[in-house]
């Protein structure tokens, strides 16, 4: 019993020089994965090209232009930023799903969301479908069938009575096996060998397609819906109560979790239109963040995002680096060293949830 | 504040569980639903706190149906503390009771100083100031009940439903809760199992049965040994101590009533 007892209140002060350790982190982060790559360039050339790119200090000609400033500038930096909005908004969205579905087991794909969007890009893959949509079509299809299928799993969970937590997962599972079935037919009677493997490949996730044009609405985007959540701890923490309760203490959840449902499927939309399906990192997480700052809403949505962003920015170094002369797709790396520390955190600590259950 | 429930019915299909029950809470008084289990306490109760909507009759706090308030404003004027329920969540205790401030607060509202002032006073009003850090898990039911009133406490309400609060506890903590929310001296409905209990703070009984209101009445005209074989089958002696309290003493089958003088004497 007194082990347990783990005096969440007196931590506060832990908790914001954890906050503020880990905004370091994140940014060192960024700074020393910025240097390692296939490509070697000395870490000093490194930051000289960024100063120039941000404050125009130093020689326009070597550090503006040329090999090492399109590596720097067009490769590897937009790779480590997409890498910290996807981290941040599968964290964030993790957090929220299992707070809206009031389930430990939900991430953020759970309602349908990876069925959704692995059907529009077997789709699009397999049928080519919209590829009026530009050279990344696939994520495009994906995003819309991820966004759809939430819509409809809203939708579905509305009908009849006012939707609860069971209903919305009954109407996840429900839609992601019929999302499911149409995929497979699609793949079973397209006879497309590369196609299925370009699928395959397209659901392990990829950071790769990185580009700044998708940056400067992704980023911005998952920051934004990262800061509403926040902002909405309080009523994060009552969905975890129940309705009944909530009731009593002057929230209906049910429209908060309708609009919060509608929020985090944008988000995931945009993350999974940029980098496929990266999955476990919103599942791992939140319970890795309850371990460490509590139950907490106000607390666990930023430490949350924090984490998220530094976990997927290492993964992704690690993935570019661990095999010479081979990029390992990040969703593969993030599951294969992923799972077995979950594993070793639950075994360690007796955790259910938050609690002991 | 004066809560009433007037002409309740619910019904789920065919089955109906409440029957035209009216009921009404005067100011600062504590009022006590009594009644076998399944007779409709709770069901009562959760209409009286919006949980369940009664497919007939209304509920007006002060005046006002219940209808047009909204379930912000309505907290803020009834608070509940419910049958004991487990949250298995490691919200620490002051997480749980600063919950209790939601209804006074707008959607992006953080919680200030006076929110967390409000969260002491209650604590220390239910006793529990030292066990401040600690998570709501590691509690026993007793103090995780205590926990769940001061939240009720922290919503600043005139008036507090108890649904079957003490169930599971034992009799020490039983008292204590009750001890602390009689002192508050606000409106209390409350369903209560214990009739001895329901004797010693109520001010005022409804009495229910198969979803209809039996009798209601001060406790001492209302519990008679009558009421008791009527409700629950069991023959029961009532009397007063020298305090003027009623006591009530149940006889169940292998105690014959006849052995009675006998068996008081000797509680063998």
Not at chain 1, 151 to 175: C, E, F, H, Q
């Amino acid at each position: 019993m007194e082990k347990t007892n783990r005096g969440i209140a007196e931590k506060t002060h832990l908790y914001v020089m954890l906050t503020v350790f880990l905004l370091v982190g994140l940014v060192l982060s960024i700074l020393i994965a910025v240097t390692i790559g296939s490509t070697r360039i000395p870490f000093n050339e490194v930051y000289k090209v960024i100063l120039f790119r941000l404050f125009g200090v130093g020689d326009p000609v070597l550090y503006g232009t040329g090999a090492l400033h399109d590596i720097v500038i067009f490769i590897r930096l937009p790779r480590l930023i997409l890498a910290v909005a996807v981290g941040m908004g599968l964290a964030v969205c993790g957090v929220v799903m299992q707070a809206i579905v009031k389930n430990p087991l939900a991430d953020p794909y759970i309602l349908g969301v990876s069925s959704g969007a692995s059907l529009g890009a077997t789709l699009a893959v397999m049928l080519g479908v919209g590829t009026f949509l530009g050279s990344n079509f696939v994520g495009v299809m994906g995003c819309v069938g991820a966004f759809a299928v939430s819509l409809m799993v809203l939708l579905l969970a509305n009908v009849g009575s006012r939707s609860n937590s069971v209903k919305l997962l009954l109407a996840g599972m429900a839609l992601s096996a019929v999302c499911s079935a149409f995929s497979s037919f699609v793949v079973y009677f397209a006879h497309d060998k590369e196609g299925m493997m370009t699928i395959t490949y397209w659901l392990m996730g990829s950071l790769a397609g990185a580009k700044w044009e998708n940056i400067v609405i992704i980023l911005p985007l998952v920051i934004i819906c990262t800061l509403f959540f926040w902002t909405q701890y309080r009523v994060l923490n009552l969905m975890l109560l129940g309705d009944e309760v909530s009731i009593t203490l002057g929230t209906d959840l049910t429209k908060y979790r309708n609009f919060y449902l509608l929020i985090a499927s944008l988000m995931i939309g945009f993350v999974v239109y940029a980098s496929g399906m990266i999955g476990f990192v919103g599942l791992i997480i939140p319970h890795v963040v309850r371990i460490l700052v509590g139950t907490n809403h106000k607390r666990l949505v930023p430490v949350s995002a924090l984490l998220g962003a530094i976990l997927l920015v290492w993964a992704d170094v690690l993935c570019r680096v661990i095999i010479p002369k081979n990029e390992l797709p990040i969703g593969i790396l993030i599951s294969m060293i992923g799972a077995p520390s979950f594993i070793y955190l639950m075994a360690r600590k007796s955790y259910g949830f938050g609690g002991k259950q | 504040m004066e809560v009433m429930g007037n002409n309740i019915d619910v019904s789920y299909g065919d089955t109906s569980i409440l029957k035209d029950v009216s009921i009404k809470a005067k100011d600062k008084k504590f009022v006590g639903i009594i009644g076998p289990n399944g007779s409709g306490k709770s069901t009562f109760l959760k209409c009286l706190y919006r949980v369940l909507k009664p497919n007939g009759g209304s509920v007006y706090i002060d005046g006002k149906e219940l209808k047009h308030i909204s379930i912000k404003e309505s907290a803020k004027k009834v608070a509940v503390v419910a049958q004991h329920n487990f949250y298995n969540f490691d919200f620490s205790i002051e997480e749980v009771v600063m919950m209790g401030r939601s209804p006074h607060k707008k959607n992006m509202e953080r919680d200030n100083a006076k929110d967390y002032e409000i969260v002491n006073k209650c604590l220390e009003k239910v006793g529990m100031k030292d066990f401040k850090g600690r998570s709501f898990s590691t509690l026993s039911g007793g103090e995780q009940q205590r926990i769940i009133l001061a939240r009720a406490l922290a919503q600043e309400t005139d008036c507090i439903i108890l649904d079957e609060p003490t169930n599971h506890l034992d009799i020490k903590y039983q008292l204590q809760l009750l001890d602390i929310v009689k002192e508050l001296g606000l409106t209390i409905i409350s369903a209560i199992h214990d009739l001895n209990i329901a004797a010693m703070y109520c001010d005022y009984l409804y009495v229910m049965k198969d979803g209809n209101l039996m009798i209601q009445g001060k406790p001492k005209d209302v519990l008679t040994p009558k009421l008791i074989k009527d409700l629950y089958e069991v023959e029961a002696d009532i009397s007063e101590d020298k305090y003027g309290r009623t006591n009530i003493i149940y006889y169940p089958e292998h105690i014959k009533r006849g052995d009675k003088n006998e068996n008081s004497n000797s509680s063998l």
